[in-house]
């Protein structure tokens, strides 16, 4: 019974305890519930019943606030939807410019360290578990960083103290070092004047105004404008060994602008060359002014043309002037085809001779590179004096035009040289440079661009004259403008010319014409009481045969010769006579033709005299025996005649139907020496308003005495004696002829012709010339019908025109002698006398007197 008992109690005990865990369980769970219940109702406050099951898309959030902060830091706050419509989630901030994202539990971001001034979007938006809300945009735009700005500031001011203590410790060795090098300094910036640009149509009168009372503000402007400026070192020329390239050892290139080469290792000096950048009408460096080459700096020359591209070369010397080396023969002959300069070749494919110019088409290559060649047009101006220059300013204005019809946009920059490269080279571009501006802008400030020549190279227009002439070139060019044709245009042309567009109007060659005539003051010579008296003298009324030319007759030609006269210093009123006569500037050389009336009966002996001294082999008659009702003196006879000390001897007379040639002996009696011949080209058929009835007939003439006449061709050529050509006046009809003379040469050399200006240079050399306009047209007819243009292209050239010429001897037999081989037996140089301009004439003449020298 005791056992049964105890197994009994055992059981109910373990029965109570699970019953107790039992109830602990329940408690547990009890609990959980009421916490579930309550937190059912605290999300019943957040979301419906729906949206805890079925999750939306939440509503949108509002901006609580929006602030930058210092350092350019942007700040964000929001509120959370009202209806989150789902499990609560994250909050997001989106940066639009960087793509920055940042996520929160709760609504506040930050983003810092942004750029300064710049804007900024950002995007805020809430999510739940499954969709993101609403984004809300906000804009920003910042500020100056305030550490990055006083940073800066700092830094500046920091910059600012050691550039003035820089400043200051320099100024203070300059004063220590070379105080007249300052003083020097202040005294170019102070001398400088303060000159205005010149309106187009005020170029004449400031000629005027500055050429008067002997150039006077000329002469001020030019000499206040600093021939170096100090403050601009030239430390690299000065070195040892570039001194030695120099050609002059003041005529230094700047270090601010000097060209340099490329440098060659272990070789000092290699990148050096006495050449300067130079800018151009708003442009830059559109010029190098350079010395001219010396044996010795050839190589670095052409190197500089290789290395920038060049393709022109204007060289504005001879190589040889006066005796002395003025530049370097520094391109191959024709007959050495090419020559090489270090690691360049030169090649020279063609040459053309022109009276003031040289074109030369040149061919660069070079042995290290690809055998590609660069082709450089090299043209030399042979016309312009060292120290000095061009007689007529129209001679630059053709170099001009020629140098810019080889010139494109992808050349390189355009080498000009001289002997220093400074004077005559500085000149030329000063033209061409205000050329452009006067063109683009109406005016130009030539003292201006002067000024900053001279503060690229020194003494760039080394002379006043050269100043001057700058101002001349360009009033030539505004009051005349560009006159030349080409043969090939001249048809069309001529027809544009002559057309009277409307009708009442004149037309273009008309007004040309008394564009010539209204402005004919240009040529108009200055003449002093002197030379007046000389020519209003008795002595020399009764040999003008135009009596109202008297006072109008500006100036006369001196013969001179060596055997049969003294210096000029010797030259008197008693042993000097003058004769109505004017050289006449030919289109290869001056002083081709002399321009006289027909001889009076009390004037042949000094005709022939002069005929005699000049050593003339051609005289042109244009004048009948018998014109009008004045009769002419013929100036020799049938048989053997002496005037004075002059024998004359007809020997041959051949007549043709509009011209006859006779053939002369002339020599002196009292120099043992024999006769030379005179030919006589007499000329009769002219038309009642002084124009030639044959054309043809009449450059027939014209061309026989060219092909008697050595040929003008390459540097050494030949200059024959002058020939002597004579009307009634001495004006009216040479005047045609010597224009036709000039034209055709010009025509043949160049296929370009220029009336206007040749007929404003005879005028200016001899007054009377080309007066009507139907001689003014007769001279672009007369070319037009010589050089016939089909489609646009210049027929090639034939033969001379030729007319049937009937031979009727005069002479007796024996006498005769054939008139083809009738080339002068004496062609030699006459020595062209000394010209002096005067100082107050607006273009400088040449012209001369021809004085007969009593023996």
């Known amino acids: 019974p005791i056992v049964t008992g105890t197994c009994y109690l055992r059981k109910r005990d373990l029965l109570t305890q699970w019953l107790k865990i039992i109830i602990i369980i329940k408690i547990i769970l009890a609990f959980d519930i009421l916490l579930l219940l309550f937190n059912l109702i605290q999300w019943h406050k957040v979301v419906n019943y729906d949206g805890f ?134 005294v170019e910036l102070g001398q400088l004047l303060h000159v205005e640009p010149i309106l187009a149509e005020h170029l004449l009168d400031a000629f005027r105004s500055k050429q008067a009372d002997e150039a006077r503000l000329f002469l001020a402007e030019f000499q206040s404008i600093p021939r170096v400026f100090n403050k601009f070192p030239v430390k690299e020329a000065r070195k040892p060994y570039n001194s030695i390239k120099n050609r002059y050892v003041d005529i230094l290139p700047y270090d601010h602008n000097r060209v340099s080469l490329s440098p060659e290792s272990g070789v000092q000096g290699s990148d050096y060359i006495n050449a300067s950048y130079i800018d151009g009408f708003n442009e830059l460096r559109k010029y190098i002014a350079a010395q001219g080459p010396k044996e010795e700096t050839s190589n670095d020359f052409w190197k500089m043309v290789w290395e920038q591209k060049t393709t022109i070369i204007v060289m504005v010397t001879r190589c040889e002037e006066g005796n002395r080396p003025k530049c370097a023969h520094y391109w191959p002959s024709m007959d050495e085809q090419n020559k090489s300069f270090g690691d360049l070749v030169i090649r020279i494919n063609e040459e053309k001779w022109c009276p003031d110019y040289v074109v030369r088409k040149l061919f660069i290559s070079h042995k290290k590179e690809k055998p590609t060649d660069r082709e450089v047009t090299h043209i030399q101006f042979i016309s312009w004096p060292d120290h000095g220059v061009p007689e007529d300013p129209q001679l630059l204005l053709k170099l001009r035009r020629r140098v810019n019809a080889f010139s494109n946009f992808f050349s390189g920059p355009i080498i000009v040289h001289c002997s220093a490269g400074v004077g005559r080279t500085g000149s030329y571009i000063g033209i061409d440079a205000m050329m452009q501006g006067l063109e683009a802008e109406g005016h130009v400030d030539i003292y201006g661009y002067i000024v900053g020549l001279r503060r690229q190279r020194c003494l760039m227009v080394q002379v006043e004259a050269q100043y001057i002439l700058i101002h001349q070139a360009l009033l030539e060019h505004y009051i005349f403008g560009e006159t030349e044709i080409c043969l090939s245009e001249l048809p069309k042309e001529l027809i544009n010319l002559k057309r009277e567009d409307p009708a009442s109007e004149p037309s273009m060659l008309v007004a040309e014409f008394q564009v010539k005539r209204a402005l004919c003051f240009i040529s108009r010579l200055c003449l002093n009481d002197e030379h007046m008296l000389c020519n209003n003298s008795h002595f020399t009324v009764e040999y003008n045969r135009v009596t109202v030319k008297l006072a109008d007759e500006k100036s006369k030609e001196s013969e ?161 004696p002058p020939i002597v050509v004579h009307c009634s006046d001495g004006a009216k009809l040479t005047g045609i002829f010597c224009a036709l003379w000039n034209l055709l040469d010009s025509a043949d050399t160049e296929n370009i012709i220029d009336v206007f200006y040749m007929v404003k240079l005879l005028r200016k050399q001899r007054s009377g010339m080309i007066l009507t306009f139907e001689q003014f047209e007769f001279l672009y007819d007369t070319i037009a019908s010589t050089y016939p243009v089909q489609n646009g292209t210049l027929k090639s050239s034939e033969s001379p025109l030729q007319t049937t010429v009937e031979i009727i001897s005069e002479t007796p037999q024996e006498e005769s002698k054939q008139v083809s081989d009738g080339k002068s037996e004496e062609v030699s140089e006459v020595p062209a006398e000394e010209q002096k301009p005067e100082a107050d004439t607006l273009m400088i003449s040449n012209q001369q007197k021809i004085l007969l020298m009593d023996p």
């Open 53 to 186: 099951f079925f999750p939306k898309v939440p509503g949108n959030i509002i901006i609580r606030n929006q602030q930058l902060n210092a350092n350019n830091e942007i700040q964000i706050d929001c509120v959370p939807p009202k209806d989150l419509n789902g499990p609560p989630g994250l909050f997001y901030a989106k940066l639009e410019n960087s793509g920055e994202l940042q996520n929160k539990e709760k609504c506040h971001f930050k983003f810092p360290g942004l750029n300064y001034h710049t804007i900024y979007t950002i995007q805020v938006w809430a999510s739940n578990s499954k969709h993101n809300g609403s984004r809300v945009k906000v804009t920003f735009a910042t500020s100056y960083n305030e550490n990055a700005l006083i940073g800066f500031l700092v830094f500046l001011i920091i910059l600012t103290s050691v550039a003035l203590i820089v400043v200051l410790w320099k100024i203070y060795s300059l004063q220590k070092k070379s105080s007249r090098y300052l003083c020097a300094t202040l």
């Open 560 to 720: 001179n010769d060596s055997e049969l006269s003294s210096s000029d210093d010797d030259d008197d009123d008693e042993c000097t006579k003058y004769i109505n006569a004017s050289f006449i500037d030919g289109y290869w050389y001056t002083e081709a033709l002399i321009a006289t009336q027909t001889p009076l009966q009390e004037t042949i002996a000094d005709f022939w005299q002069m005929v005699f001294q000049r050593k003339t082999a051609f005289i042109v008659m244009l004048s009948k025996l018998k014109e009008d009702t004045e009769d002419f003196t013929e100036y020799w006879g049938e048989e053997d005649k002496t005037y004075d000390d002059i024998e004359v001897k007809l020997t041959e007379c051949n007549n043709g139907p509009e011209f006859i040639v006779r053939t002369f002996e002339i020599k002196h009696g009292k120099v043992k020496k024999d006769a030379h011949k005179v030919y006589q080209y007499h000329y009769h058929k002219w038309t009642d308003s002084d124009l030639p009835e044959n054309p043809s007939s009449f450059i027939e003439v014209i061309r026989t005495l060219k092909e008697k006449l050595p040929k003008p061709n390459g540097p050494n050529r030949a200059i024959a």
